[in-house]
């Protein structure tokens, strides 16, 4: 019985699906299921995977009625999987041959593991490369120093990496009570590992994420960061508190996540600069009396 599952949520991906499937279909470690999870494309995205489907038993097609929005979908794909061990796959994004067997490899060889993570490569959609995030070598023997390091150098796609799957769903399930926003939940979630010390690392594999250009994004209100922000640093000290920190470490720690907040969700600076700019445009935004 296949004890990986590849969760491969997907909405209008023609352009890139039949590349991400094809590297999970050349996987080296043969034993998995793959669940792809269409949300109503409206382009050829059904055509493509069911062709694999067709071709590739270890391949199921589900194809959601309505589109549910990316977070239900992602999260549909997750309760449909019913394997020991999970991953989800962006349908833009593939993986190197030896992404199953080199993760798998590492829960093997540590029984208390509960995320293992690759090297990741993020390319431009025109194939230029885009930046490489590795895992940090050497792993510090300090517990503190360890996550320190961690928390510094954990880019958002580990949470694309392996998972035990309960563990996943715990973990997000906690996030998304406390922190129920896109914006930073994917550190959130890799944080809860990080802080427990149960996540290792390889860069023989490879996830290769593809970064399509947007619109650049509009800040929300100051308000709204402010309240993001506190939300942040909270999830993390209610996290770190349920360990066995002694009061010293704790004081370390409460240094480190205020740095991580700033990092990975608001800096006080920004959101200052935010609530600057509203009092300045606040007049123009008036209605006429």
């Known amino acids: 019985m296949s004890e990986v599952t590849v969760g491969i949520p997907v909405y209008n991906g023609e352009a890139y699906l039949q590349r991400c499937l094809l590297s999970v279909q050349r996987q080296t470690e043969e034993d998995f299921v793959a669940l792809i999870y269409d949300n109503a494309s409206t382009d050829g995205t059904r055509e493509i995977a ?24 992602f999260l549909d794909v997750l309760d449909a999987a019913k394997t020991e ?4 796959l962006a349908h833009d994004d593939y993986i190197s041959p030896n992404f199953i067997e080199e993760l798998y490899g590492l ?17 431009h959609e ?22 320190a390091l961690l928390l510094r150098e954990a ?25 129920p926003h896109g914006w930073g939940s994917d550190h959130l979630t890799i944080y809860t590992q990080i802080i427990r010390g149960t996540l290792a690392g390889t860069n023989a594999a490879s996830l290769t994420q593809t ?9 929300p209100p100051f308000r709204h960061m402010l309240e993001l922000r506190r939300l942040f640093r909270q999830f993390c000290l209610d996290e770190a ?17 205020e740095s991580y907040t ?9 959101i200052a600069r935010r609530a600057l700019r509203e009092i300045i445009l606040s007049p123009f935004a008036r209605s006429p009396s």
């Open 126 to 147: 025109d194939g230029r490369a885009y930046g490489e995030s590795l895992w940090p070598s050497p792993i510090p023997d300090n517990r503190l120093e360890r996550i």
């Open 85 to 88: 061990f999970f991953f989800w």
């Open 107 to 123: 829960f093997r060889s540590n029984p208390n593991l509960c995320l293992a993570v690759p090297r990741v490569l993020s390319l």
């Open 211 to 219: 970064i399509q250009h947007r619109p650049a994004r509009v800040r």
């Open 50 to 73: 069911e062709s694999f489907c067709r071709a590739d038993k270890r391949f199921i097609y589900f194809r959601q009625i309505e589109n549910r929005g990316p977070t239900n979908n």
């Open 262 to 270: 700033s990092d990975r969700c608001y800096s006080n600076r920004k």
């Open 155 to 179: 880019p958002p796609s580990w949470f694309y990496a392996l998972w035990r799957r309960e563990e996943l769903k715990n973990a997000f399930d906690r996030v998304w009570s406390h922190y």
């Open 241 to 257: 508190k349920q360990q066995d920190f002694t009061s010293d470490q704790m004081k370390r720690l409460r240094a480190m996540i």
